[in-house]
């Protein structure tokens, strides 16, 4: 269904997993070899939603609508796409293009919400770039406000949300100066008390955020 090598390595993926592992989950979550992903972050994002409901979860790009790089799929979105999407043709129609541009599209056509990831601040918990660029955006490109659904901010402070999720283009080594920075370095005096988790949304809430 989805047409170059890449997209067909996804696809027999996804099926795999629909055929072998159905009731082993509630999200899947799609990333790449060059994504770091905080998991408890993520945990408390999805905490928030029903697998139930139909969304994908991620950083929503806005030239074609989609979502990009590193995002998560309840199951009842997945259960559509593999029963429903990709034993049709005229809903996930091949095309030679972008992976994550398929999958999304597919998505809608299936009448799939998708939810551009943002905290209580609007800022961002996806990010397709280095953390370099997820900080400042306008070094990768003057135009990046016109990138994304949601505004990019820069500086440490603006850019991202304190509960970021998802970052990509980090490799080899820098994958562990991510983890020891995050897990390891400890600030003196500024340990964090257990917190809870967050309020779940409704449906309502969902559809009304998104239009």
């Known amino acids: 269904v989805l047409s170059n090598k890449e997209s067909d390595h996804l696809h027999e993926a996804l099926t795999y ?19 770091y992903i905080i998991v408890e972050n993520l945990r408390w994002l999805l905490y928030q939603y029903e697998s139930d409901w139909p969304l994908i979860i991620g950083q929503r790009f806005l030239n074609e609508d ?8 309840s199951k009842r979105a997945f259960v559509r796409l593999i029963e429903n999407g990709f034993t049709n043709a005229d809903i996930c129609k091949p095309r030679f293009g972008n992976i994550d541009v398929d999958l999304s599209q597919c998505l809608q056509h299936l009448n799939v919400l998708q939810i ?13 770039n280095s953390p370099e660029n997820a900080l400042f955006p306008e070094k990768l490109d003057p135009n990046y406000d016109k990138w994304y659904w949601h505004k990019l901010k820069q500086g440490p402070t603006n850019c991202c949300s304190d509960r970021m999720v998802a970052l990509q283009n980090i490799w ?15 600030a003196f005096g500024r340990h964090r008390l ?13 559809v009304k955020e998104k239009f």
């Open 17 to 35: 997993i629909h055929k072998h592992h159905l009731n082993d989950f509630d999200w899947v979550l799609k990333a790449n070899d060059n994504t």
């Open 66 to 73: 989609y979502m990009v790089g590193t995002y998560a799929i």
């Open 116 to 128: 551009d990831a943002l905290d209580d601040e609007g800022k961002g918990l996806f990010f397709q």
């Open 172 to 186: 080899n080594t820098h994958l562990y100066y991510m983890e020891y920075f995050i897990y390891k370095v400890h």
């Open 194 to 206: 257990p917190e809870p988790l967050p309020q779940k949304k409704t449906l309502e809430e969902i």
